[in-house]
Nanobody
Framework: QVQLAESGGDSVQSGGSLKLSCVVS????????LGWFRQVPGVERELGAI?????????SYADSVKGRFTISQDNAANTVYLEMSSLKPEDTAMYYC?????????????????????WGQGTQVAVSS
């Protein structure tokens, strides 16, 4: 059974930092691609892709977070992290991690929510000005 569990969301002030974690169980490390998405409050069913990491560690980022967010992974913990810095009020959202095995052409598909089969429950990030 595959499970993804996010944590690390919090309320911070503008300019602050947070580190989100996504613990993956049921998928061997190195056998999956994982993406981080966010859903803005009040915007129904609009998931915005933030970052993705392939099964070989290639990373991708949305333009809105390049230079501020970093996706990384820990083999031993089978965990993918999203380090967020220089946070802005517009980063306020529910953050989700999503994963699947062997996503073909991941480099071109990482930002599509339809590419992922497994999803976590989300962790809330609130940034105040």
């Amino acid at each position: 059974q595959v499970q993804l569990a996010e944590s690390g969301g919090d309320s911070v002030q503008s300019g602050g930092s947070l580190k989100l974690s996504c613990v993956v169980s049921g998928l061997p490390f190195g056998d999956y691609c994982l993406g981080w998405f966010r859903q803005v409050p009040g915007v129904e069913r609009e998931l915005g892709a933030i970052a993705g990491i392939s099964d070989i560690g290639t990373t991708s980022y949305a333009d809105s977070v390049k230079g501020r967010f970093t996706i990384s992974q820990d083999n031993a913990a089978n965990t993918v992290y999203l380090e967020m810095s220089s946070l802005k009020p517009e980063d306020t959202a529910m953050y989700y991690c999503a994963a699947d095995r062997f996503i073909l052409e991941y480099g071109g598909r990482w930002s599509s929510s339809a590419a992922y089969k497994y999803w976590g429950q989300g962790t809330q990030v609130a940034v105040s000005s």
